[in-house]
């Protein structure tokens, strides 16, 4: 036990910098798997394995009803930008983008009364970082339920931070195929881009330090709905 608790231990380190924003529930899916403990989530406090303190629920910034609304809102966005839904496939980076994009591709069945196609895909063979975090990382290509060639490509992903997912999300779209467009909807935007990626429909934006980290709890992971703000107590 002692062993598999190290070797998470590394891997949490090794992916901290790069995808800092969502380092919490890496580590908590971590203890989860070490410890076959079921949820580490109580009074807004989460245990941390950065070994100085514990995860604190600071603030919470959207409940499930100020989410619907957010969703709601970004579907109407889509439609207008996109002239109606006609041309339009959904893509959810896993693994929370993936049921967001599902909640939006509902809310447009039921305006326009057509499903738009969606499906999710796996970012993590397409990290620029792929190398730190495998000695012999093994490269899969991306597969989805539709064709994109020339149609108008939707990613999905609950936080956007550095832009380094978003990024590794375009290069997975265009492996399989050549869309006319690649647009980004997101939940929430934490800020402190290290690429030039910006989203071009946004549910909230939310300033944030670098110590903070933003929570999106979604009820197909969390048992809950909402978004949260939480920041490390020493």
């Known amino acids: 036990m002692g062993r598999l608790y190290n070797a998470a231990r590394q891997q949490v380190f090794k992916l901290r910098y790069r995808d800092a ?39 919470q910034i959207m409940d499930e009803n100020a989410m619907k609304r957010a969703l709601m809102r ?5 439609l207008e930008k996109n002239k109606g839904a006609a041309n339009l496939v ?32 796996d970012i993590k063979f397409y990290r620029d970082d792929l190398s730190t975090v495998a000695e012999s990382p093994e490269i899969r290509k991306a597969s989805l ?22 990024r590794a999300a375009i290069e997975a779209v265009f492996s399989c195929g050549r869309p006319k467009t690649i647009q980004l909807a997101i939940l929430v935007d934490r800020g402190h881009r290290e690429l030039p990626i910006r989203a071009d429909y946004v549910g909230k934006n939310l300033p944030t330090s670098r110590s903070e980290l933003v929570e999106v709890r979604l009820p197909e992971f969390d048992g809950e709905t909402g978004v949260f703000l939480m920041d490390l107590e020493s």
């Open 145 to 166: 339920p539709f064709d994109v060639n020339g149609r108008d490509v939707v990613l999905f992903d609950d936080v956007l931070f550095t832009g380094r997912t978003a």
């Open 74 to 78: 970004l579907s109407h966005e889509i």
């Open 21 to 59: 924003g969502k380092i919490f529930d890496i580590e908590r899916r971590m203890l989860c798997v070490c410890f076959g403990m079921r949820d580490l989530a109580g009074n807004g406090r989460i245990f941390s394995l950065r070994g100085v303190g514990t995860m604190h629920q600071k603030a």
């Open 90 to 121: 959904f893509v959810g980076i896993r693994r929370r983008g993936e049921p967001i994009a599902e909640r939006v591709c509902e809310n447009i069945a039921v305006i326009e009364g057509i499903r738009v196609p969606c499906g999710s895909i």
